[in-house]
DNA sequence: CAGGCGTGGCC
DNA sequence: TGGCCAAGCCT
């Protein structure tokens, strides 16, 4: 095959390059040895949706259940779902209350509804098989720009820029030179990762999950361990002196105190319980009433808890 | 497009 | 201790 040439040299103006966008940089590498697919190759660890045997589905219910949960608490309860429900068709025949109860305290309990219905699509209108398409994932419920990518390139082996929280951090130091991506995904950025994305399309699927990981394991938010860098010395940022974050305070996310919190109560006796819950069971979670009913009224709207005759409440049997 | 949406571990 | 963080999505 033709190599294609490579620029001379490496250094930090090639990462960094005010219009890195034209040209492949070293981190990717259009040749098929990139330090960080290399990087990779060594490091990467050994989860269940990264075998063959997970398929796409169990990549699929990975990329939920990993929506901003971390890999540590998600491996018992994905090992569970892939035993109960080992295709789509399986899941969607069940209650989408079972999928909420099944969900545990993953948290964010929608993706648990979500995924279900993701499920009862597949079955419906792709016979039961994982789409592989990038638009016919998109037009599922739960699946955004992210994952949709995240599934064609790590299930099917396709092309795309996956651009995940990790991915946008490694960018951000490495090329552009600042501790932090914006908050919210820009055009710059889904350039960025088009122009670095190599050719070959396996080399592609390679490369987005190396770099995912990397993020995951090395060049994390906090406490990087730039010695374990497979590209410490093109690193922008740290080249620069790994300057402090610049501007406005990152949006925190508050708990305490919020309807979040009292949804995540109220959910929690309605997953233990086995059946019907009555009103007086569910108002022991908290004192205030006008919080808690609104909050209940809420779980109720999103179609995470069924209201009954006589005050009783429960998962949802039915689909909305 | 900013804000809502769970949960638990870590420093 | 409590704010920050963890493979986002939806409205």
Same mark, same amino acid.
């Given at each position: ?7 001379p ?6 990462a ?16 098929l040895h ?7 190759d060594?490091h990467?660890?050994?989860?269940p949706?990264?075998?063959p ?18 890999v ?8 569970q ?5 080992p295709?789509?068709?399986?899941l ?10 099944a ?22 209108r792709?016979g ?8 016919q ?5 739960g ?43 820009? +055009? #710059? ?5 088009? $122009?670095l994305? &190599?050719e070959? =399309? /396996?080399? @592609?699927a %390679? ?13 994390t ?5 730039c010695?374990r860098?497979?590209? +410490? #010395? ?5 080249? $620069?002196?790994? &300057?402090?974050? =610049? /501007?406005? @305070?990152? %949006?925190?996310?508050?708990y ?31 004192h ?7 909050a209940?009224d809420?779980?109720?709207a ?15 049997l039915?689909?909305?």
């Amino acid at each position: 095959m033709t190599a294609p040439t490579k620029p001379p040299h490496g250094g930090p103006a090639d990462a960094l390059s005010a219009s890195p966008l034209g040209e492949k940089s070293s981190l990717s590498g259009e040749h098929l040895h990139s330090p960080v697919i290399d990087w990779f190759d060594e490091h990467a660890r050994d989860l269940p949706w990264r075998r063959p045997e997970a398929g796409s589905w169990g990549v699929m219910v990975s990329e939920f259940m990993l929506q901003q949960t971390p890999v540590n608490r998600v491996l018992p309860v994905y090992e569970q779902w892939l035993a109960r429900w080992p295709r789509p068709a399986d899941l969607a025949a069940d209650a989408p209350g079972e999928a909420v109860r099944a969900w545990g305290r993953l948290g964010y309990p929608r993706r648990a509804l979500r995924l279900h219905g993701a499920a009862v699509a597949i079955t419906e209108r792709h016979g039961g098989d994982v789409p592989t398409e990038h638009s016919q994932l998109l037009a599922l419920p739960g699946i955004g720009e992210y994952t949709a990518a995240a599934v064609a390139s790590f299930a099917y082996g396709q092309r795309h820029a996956v651009l995940d929280t990790n991915v946008r951090r490694v960018f951000a130091r490495a090329v552009t030179g600042v501790q932090y991506p914006p908050n919210a995904t820009t +055009a #710059a950025e889904r350039k960025l990762a088009r $122009a670095l994305l &190599p050719e070959d =399309e /396996g080399v @592609a699927a %390679r490369w987005a999950a190396a770099s995912m990981e990397l993020g995951a394991l090395v060049c994390t938010a906090k406490n990087e361990t730039c010695h374990r860098c497979p590209i +410490a #010395a093109q690193c922008a940022w740290r080249l $620069a002196g790994k &300057p402090e974050h =610049e /501007g406005p @305070a990152r %949006r925190g996310q508050t708990y305490a105190g919020t309807d979040r919190q009292v949804r995540g109560k109220l959910l929690a006796v309605l997953r233990e319980a086995h059946g019907p819950v009555p009103q007086s069971a569910l108002d022991r979670v908290w004192h205030e009433p006008v919080q808690r009913a609104r909050a209940l009224d809420g779980l109720v709207a999103d179609g995470l808890v069924e209201p009954l005759p006589g005050g009783l409440y429960r998962l949802p049997l039915t689909r909305l």
